[in-house]
């Protein structure tokens, strides 16, 4: 018997008899000999020593009654803590069948549920910190990913080259990369793992017309014992920064070869404003209203990272001053149609041309009188726009051509390759203009 209590003991068990009135006639497990003693003899009603009381004389008395074991986690207050236990009740059989008692094993489970409490805990706290870190690569344009020691991706984040995740996995770089595409890039890889050093390096990949680039972070991945199993690696799509530095370096050079040109025009505007004005109030005004015509072109060009301009607000922006005064004697229609820079510049001087002569001697010299301007698109893929004025004075062709005529006629035809029309018909000046393909945004 002292071998069983003994063991009992070193396992954390106590095992207790109770009578069919619930006192207490055996206990043994126990390390405090005088909470043993203070037992026996009692009921669990006059020793109140668990906060389920009323929970666990029910469940005795239910063995009692039914003679079937029953089993429940009960805490108890000793003199040292309060434990959790947990409990087992078996009914114990007489001779004759009867039940007179039960028989109990407490198993002190305490540290056990701490652990799985602090094991949940732990565990929610990874998953949460899990559900970031992939939200957070979600959001970005990074790719994490793990390669064992054949450069067979093991685990990848998100897509990368351009490829779902399902099918990069148990794949290598040459399985999956174009000829070619590879190569440095397994190289570098094979040497972290050699080397056993970090390493970073930018590669570009091309498949078909598409050219993709990456910033590479490798490192080796390594095992308890400190040999490197693989390498985990983080890729990030830098494609939109290195088309963005692209674009800056043509912006840059078409800077440079815009303010040459546009030097050139300036100077060009200067002496045929001088050339057909003859005071120096005169040629100001003139070449002011130019300049700023020359500026608004420029203006909707910077507004779309000289990618173009839409042709619509180009007429609506070199017109502006016209349309607040007067709205109802301008009207323009045409579709969607967007002029490389070149063709902008260019088409918004002659617009403004279009306009002072109209307001000068045309069609806006009169109150009721209007101008209707309408583009379309052409066959060959070019664009026709068509300048028509009524209702103004009648008019006589020119017996001199001025600066606007030189914009409109030499300057469209030699700048753009365009095909230039002016009609002056007695109801109102008529000018078509026909851009061709190649100064259209496709």
């Avoid at 957070?136 to 793990?146: C, D, E, K, P, Q």
């Avoid at 985990?232 to 692209?246: F, L």
């Avoid at 040109?261 to 002496?271: G, K, S």
């Avoid at 004075?393 to 001025?402: I, N």
Wanted: with cysteine.
């Amino acid at each position: 018997m002292g071998r069983i209590e003994l063991a009992l003991r070193g396992a954390n068990i106590q095992a207790f008899a109770q009578d069919r009135d619930l006192r207490y006639n055996w206990v043994v497990g126990s390390r405090n000999d005088d909470a043993t003693s203070s037992l026996l003899g009692r009921t669990d009603d006059e020793l109140g020593i668990s906060t389920e009381q009323p929970a666990l004389v029910e469940l005795k008395r239910r063995v009692l009654a039914t003679g079937e074991p029953g089993d429940c986690e009960v805490s108890f207050i000793t003199p040292e803590r309060r434990a959790l236990m947990a409990l087992h009740v078996d009914p114990i059989v007489a001779s004759d069948g009867s039940i007179e008692g039960i028989m109990c094993t407490a198993v002190d489970v305490s540290r056990m549920r701490s652990l799985e409490s602090e094991q949940r805990r732990l565990s929610e706290d990874l998953a949460t910190a899990a559900q970031r870190y992939e939200f957070a690569l979600r959001g970005s344009n990074v790719a994490v990913f793990t390669q064992d020691r054949d450069l067979r991706y093991t685990s990848v984040s998100k897509s990368l080259f351009g490829l779902d995740p399902k099918d990069i996995q148990g794949k290598t770089d040459d399985d999956i990369l174009p000829d070619g595409n590879a190569a440095a890039m397994v190289a570098l890889k094979h040497e972290v793992l050699e080397q056993g050093e970090a390493r970073d390096a930018q590669f570009r990949f091309e498949h078909g017309d598409v050219t993709r680039w990456y910033d590479f972070h490798l490192e080796p991945m390594r095992d308890v014992s400190g040999s490197a199993i693989g390498l985990t690696g983080a890729a990030v799509d830098v494609t939109d920064q290195k088309q963005s530095e692209a674009h800056l370096r043509l912006l840059m050079r078409e800077l440079t070869h815009r303010s040459k040109n546009l030097l050139a025009v300036i100077q060009a505007m200067a002496r045929q404003t001088a050339r057909h004005t003859g005071d120096v109030q005169t040629f100001l005004e003139r070449f002011s209203a130019r300049v700023q015509a020359l500026a608004r072109s420029h203006d909707l060009l910077v507004q779309e990272s000289w990618h173009g301009a839409s042709l619509r607000e180009l007429v609506r922006m070199q017109l502006s001053h016209y349309l607040d005064q007067n709205p109802d004697q301008l009207s323009m229609t045409g579709p969607d149609i967007r002029l490389k820079p070149e063709a902008a510049q260019s088409l918004g001087l002659a617009l403004h041309e279009l306009a002072a002569n109209a307001s000068k001697h045309g069609a806006w010299s009169r109150s009721r009188g209007h101008v209707d301007i309408s583009w379309k698109t052409l066959s060959d893929g070019g664009v026709e726009l068509l300048w028509r004025e009524s209702d103004g004075p009648k008019v006589a062709v020119p017996k001199r051509r001025g600066f606007g005529s030189v914009v409109i006629e030499h300057n469209l035809s030699r700048v753009l390759d365009a095909k230039v029309e002016l009609d002056f018909v007695s109801e109102g000046l008529t000018c078509r203009v026909a851009v061709p393909k190649n100064q259209l945004v496709a």
